[in-house]
């Protein structure tokens, strides 16, 4: 069976484009196609997608809101979030309304297909910009004591916090003074004690655990 897709955004070209590359897979059938918010609730309802690309910022209801909305009425269906801002505001709002990812515009045409591929079979799927670019400053350095995670070691929090920054396993091991065996080691330790498979999985369940500071606020 094809996963059924529905696509909300307010652009009728974007919408045509995304659908051209869909469509052009035979594992992806567009069910529907939502220029607001509202819109996309409404679809949802009456075609139970497996997944909707939803664009963060529409008129009226926000795709925010109506992801929240989707989320809450059809817990099994998937939301890929699609944005032209690659902003920790947005990215935090869209992953506490339910979001299982957060695909950038401007990569869109490249990473459509393995984000809508990732999202669908359970897994998250975070555009690579977002996580060299936007996650750096999300980190919060306040150190284990700040967190609310008492699993994670001091050791293996910072490895964590390395691995979020983009750095490689031989930087990481030179900054920590490690050798790659042993930060391997701490890394599966991490990922496992986390639930992650990728580092996209580790950065989104940092934020939901409140191991970054989406919000930027001093606390």
Do not use: C
Not at 164 to 177: C, R
Not at 182 to 191: A, G, I
């Amino acid at each position: 069976m094809p996963i059924r897709i529905l696509i909300a955004d307010d652009h009728d070209l974007i919408r045509a484009g995304l659908r051209s590359v869909l469509e052009a897979n035979a594992r992806f059938a567009i069910v529907a196609e939502s220029a607001s918010g509202f819109e996309a609730v409404e679809m949802a309802r009456t075609y139970a997608p497996d997944l909707v690309i939803m664009d963060v910022s529409m008129p009226g209801m926000s795709g925010i809101e109506a992801t929240a909305t989707i989320r809450r009425e059809r817990p099994g269906t998937k939301v890929l979030a699609l944005s032209m801002h690659e902003s920790r505001d947005y990215l935090a709002r869209m992953l506490k309304a339910g979001a299982s990812g957060y695909l950038l515009k401007m990569f869109a045409a490249k990473e459509i297909l393995g984000a809508v591929e990732a999202v669908a079979m359970g897994r998250t799927y975070l555009s690579p910009a977002m996580i060299n670019g936007v996650l750096q400053d999300l980190i919060d350095d306040g150190g284990p004591q700040a967190l609310k995670l008492p699993a994670l070691s001091p050791r293996q929090f910072e490895v964590m916090k390395h691995i979020l920054i983009g750095q490689t396993l031989k930087e990481i091991a030179y900054d920590l003074k490690l050798s790659v065996k042993t930060l391997e080691k701490h890394r599966k330790q991490v990922m496992a004690k986390l639930g992650a498979n990728s580092t996209a999985d580790l950065a989104m369940i940092a934020i939901r655990l409140g191991l970054v500071d989406p919000w930027n606020l001093t606390t």
